[in-house]
């Protein structure tokens, strides 16, 4: 029970006396909490009919728990949901479905060899034996032109384009008579031209009296798509508006507001030459959109160059194409002034790249091998781990307790397989073998996530140790804190672009808060 | 209340003793009552089992007969499987594999005098081996087509390839109808130990050690072990993961080859019906149960063919079919299948927690 | 015309037993689970069918006997594959292997006295063809209706499964298990339930064609009665492209292969005959090379994407 709660209920209930309006949707004091973090905090949430709501809030600030937990795939720990003024129990979608709440998510459950038609029955149990196709046809039809959600209906999924794809879920979703529409990032994965439709979409949703939720980072959609707006801050609510009564300007700080830490302890910033020099580098995403449109910057030896911008902007192809595992379609890219564009990983390697991956359990550490041989995959191929073709078993041993000491890394021997570790472990094994091989840059791509207090200062502490021995460390994070306490200068990327470059020292919370969110900097 | 598996959370090495052991168990009592409702008594059964299969000279050699072929393969096969390549093409590798050996020795006996003869045949028993398979490997690194069905298929076009040779072109002229190859000349016959057992036992035993070698100790079985459990991470440590691959099965290819190639110059001395009588296929149970590790498979090998050769003991003995080994080996697989799971999983209760608490 | 006609006629008595086994085998793959247990399931039906028929004489005895043997034989390899996690292909072969071999021995055990309590040589009531009599002088027709009750069946089942997969609800949960095991699970499908249900059902049609092999195609009973079919299934279910109505084409040809391999025999030459034979093994190869190059563009046609992975939900 949060201190809070007896207060919120206070005003809560003063409130809802007053109220003639029942809410389609509230959620009350919904707590959540998971191995180490708390996800939702006392949440209170009201939806009313024909509203939509935007739910604002960086990566980690718990908005996909709490619709989660709305449209029934996790329970909450603590707190009440309420349809209609009646309090309902939601242990699973198709209870959910059965209150008329459903949710696209941001990977879309559709069979992709199927048909539209076909994807939009499955797992109906009022279908007949034998469906009446012409029936689901018609029906279909019809709720596609009163939403303006054209389809094809005879078209295999894996043919259609994204944002069709994602037509067919809200399809979907009215075909169940849902009521309210959860969407989780939308406009993520459509052109601004798809966006604009999809707003046609929910605004003929909301005369048509349905409610809708979205999930976003993006003040643009907060402004132009919703009613209300609620901002979340690491699982609590931090704002509550109706979206008329405030600007993207106070949203930004809202959703990053913050005391400004100081920075880590560090030898003062003197950078060397360019280790890294990217010049309009182009890239794809693995569907063939457009991932990077034309990046350029340049990082110096001696710098922590950091990368910040919510998750699904370009950061994995970036870090991709800088470490080889990517090819650039325009653009060049320089390890030390040598041109080192669209070559192999193997290759960067050898220039003394290191790469900290994002996916840290099926990329960057391989769970079936030993916590020795993880350690010794960078530098097996020769001395001293290896003698020719011959691996040297015992010299493996020794490197790997030397890294485990220096690393702290808690294992109950070095041959026990990685996959027994917990995350904060496997993650310094990951470091410990990269920084161990790193000669000329770091490659890291949300080194911290998901790690708890101490494993996070260890790794921010070797990244600048690193920095200081002169190294350039490229440094991707989703926490603003962690960018400010540890980088030099901080480049914000947004939609596959830099928007801007800071220096550390100068950093102003709001203006880094809207360039993340897109907007460009606005003349007061 | 619900029963759930949990992944453990460190390997259990009991569960890995615990496991075989117990699913061993399990097979012998489930023999034992099929025994008896046929009227059998399960211990004489497998008492005569046993003395068949190792009781005497005769016996100890005839099981190691089985057992090289089941080596080798089982050896080829475990290889594939570190990569994740399911290769049930063991059975069509051998094939070819001593079908290779017989075109050598039958062909090219003018131009290899004394043992190159012997040498050639086996030479050509790796690279029949090492290409049919290796096709198969291709097309899975550069079209990404299903190996397993691919691999299947193979087996029977191998197979039927075979018989037209045995039963056409290659067919003695003397051999009064009976279809199969002329005898081989006798420089090209891998000279025996005891009984019909030859020294492809030695170069089986030999192999596996060379195997486990490059495996644990060299950087290629390393970049192989990284392949096998994630490519992804392979890739992204700079490893060349479509080339090993196809490099990994073809050896896998050349060893079922090699048995093969055993077979013919070792026991039947031509290119006859019955090269082989399943070994590809038990390959793959050799190498499931010894858990991919090349040093357990003779083990496992030797066992499985002592249960082969004790049935045909057992018939002759007892007049119970000697089917009855194969049914054993069925028996054990089937507890340890369902047993590999307490490997990785443990059986948990659950109590579901409600959804809300008041307050 | 009669040459055609007789060998139109040995075609599709010998695709009956391959035809009806393919469409159980489809079945159980449409869901994912791949089951490389069709000989021993096959034998295990043909011995079955068999033997009860020849104890209890009746013909319906023997159907229903083998398809619950196939039906058990199934349900093990689902509960391995599918709860325990158990590896697909080994499993597949476990059964094939316990199969072949007990068969074998029940044939030593199961027989009368008489007979040294083997099965072999054995004869009993059998299915036999029936031709209405009007139909005896039409060519090609004459061939289709001059079959056993088995595959007059199979004329049945084709359209039927072909209708079951493609137009019914269940058939359409059936194939986004086998599809999307995740998807299917997420819109409230019962991804286990549906791959014991259709792997049984599978098992069931396997051991079924083994029975129209010992009960109608050769008949009676040998220790090789199968001769590979339980293969040449696994290898018909990717030509078919797990599509019901293509099964018949499969089985046609080899079915059609081996019955001009007889005649070619009979002349004296075998030597084209395994080339022919060869011929449905290199189809299916390529077959499964053009779905996958297909399927990289397309997706349209393919195997079942989960074919042979198995499937655990997260516990939230």
Known sequence: MCAQCNTCRLFLSIRSMNESNIPKVEMRRISKSFPGVIANDCIDLRLHKGEVLALLGENGAGKSTLMNILCGLYRPDQGEIYIDGQQVEIHSPRDAQKYGIGMVHQSFKLVDSMNVLENIILGLRNEPFVPDMKRVRKQLMELASQYHLGVDPDACIWQLSVGEQQRVEILKLLYRNAEVLILDEPTAVLTPQEAHELNRVINTMKQEGKSAVFITHKMEEVIEFSDHVMVLQKGRVVAETSTSETSPKELARMMVGREILFQIERKPYSPGKAILELSHIEALRDRGLPALKDISFSLKAGEIFGIAGVDGNGQRELAEVVTGLRKSIKGTLKIADKDMTNKSPLEIIREGVAHIPQDRASVGAVGDLSVASNLAMKQYRSRPLAQGIILLPKRIVEFARRLIDKFRIATPSPNTQVKFLSGGNVQKTILAREIGAARSLIVAVYPSRGLDVGATESVRRQLINMRDDGLGILLFSEDLDELMQVSDRIAVIFEGRIMDILDAGKIDIEHIGMLMAGMKTEVD | MRLVFEKRKATSISALILVPLISFAVSLCLTALLLTIFGADPIKTYSAMAIGAFGSLHGFAETLVKAIPLMMTGLGVAIAFQLKFWNIGAEGQLTLGGVAAAGVTLFLEQYLPGPLLLVGALLGGLLAGALWAGIPALLKTSLNVDETLVTLMMNYIAILFSEYLYYGPWRDPKGYGFPGSRMFASNAWLPRIVGRAHIGILIALFVALILWFILKRTRWGFELQIIGASQHAARYQGIAVERNIVLAIALSGALCGLAGAFEVTGISHRLQQGLSIGYGYTAIIVAWMSQLNPLAIPFVALALAALSVGGDQVQMVMGLPAAMGTVMQGLILFPMLAGSLFTEYRLLAVIDKKGSLPG | ?316
């Not at chain 3, 031709?131 to 209706?145: G, Q, R, T, V, Y």
């Not at chain 3, 991804?191 to 051991?207: E, N, P, S």
């Open chain 3, 1 to 316: 015309m009669d040459f055609v006609t007789s060998i139109l006629t040995i075609t599709i008595r010998a695709g009956t037993s391959l035809t009806i086994a393919t469409i159980g085998e489809i079945l159980t793959e449409r869901t994912g689970i791949l089951n490389l247990g069709v000989e021993g399931i096959m034998l295990m039906g043909a011995l079955t069918a068999f033997a009860t028929v020849f104890y209890s004489h009746s013909i319906m005895l023997g159907i229903l006997a083998a398809m619950a043997i196939g039906g058990i034989l199934a349900l093990l390899h689902a509960f391995l594959t599918t709860t325990m996690r158990a590896n697909q292909v080994v499993s597949g072969l476990s059964i094939t292997l316990f199969g072949t071999g007990f068969s074998s021995f029940l044939d030593k055990g199961l027989g009368p006295e008489s007979n040294n309590f083997r099965l072999v040589g054995l004869r009993a009531e059998r299915i036999l063809p029936f031709a209405p009599k009007w139909a005896n002088d039409i060519p090609i027709l004459s061939a289709f209706l001059n079959q056993d009750m088995m595959t007059y069946l199979v004329y049945l089942l084709i359209p039927l499964a072909w209708f079951f997969l493609y137009k019914t609800r269940p058939g359409l949960w059936l194939r986004s298990v086998g599809e999307d095991p995740y998807t299917a699970d997420a819109m409230g499908i019962d991804v286990t339930k549906t791959r014991y249900l259709y792997t049984i059902i599978g098992g069931m049609l396997i051991a079924l064609g083994g029975a129209h092999l010992s009960l109608s195609y050769t008949p009676g009973w040998s220790e090789n009665i199968t001769g590979g079919r339980g293969w040449i299934v696994i290898a018909l279910v990717i030509f078919s492209m797990w599509n019901p109505a293509r099964a018949v084409w499969g089985s046609l040809l080899f079915g059609g292969i081996n019955a001009v391999q007889f005649r070619l025999q009979a002349s004296g030459t075998s030597i084209p005959a395994n080339f022919l034979n060869m011929l449905p093994y290199i189809g299916t190869i390529l077959v499964l090379v053009a779905i996958t190059w297909w399927e990289a563009l397309s997706k349209k046609v393919g195997a079942p994407a989960a074919l042979g992975s198995s499937y655990m939900r997260e516990e939230k």
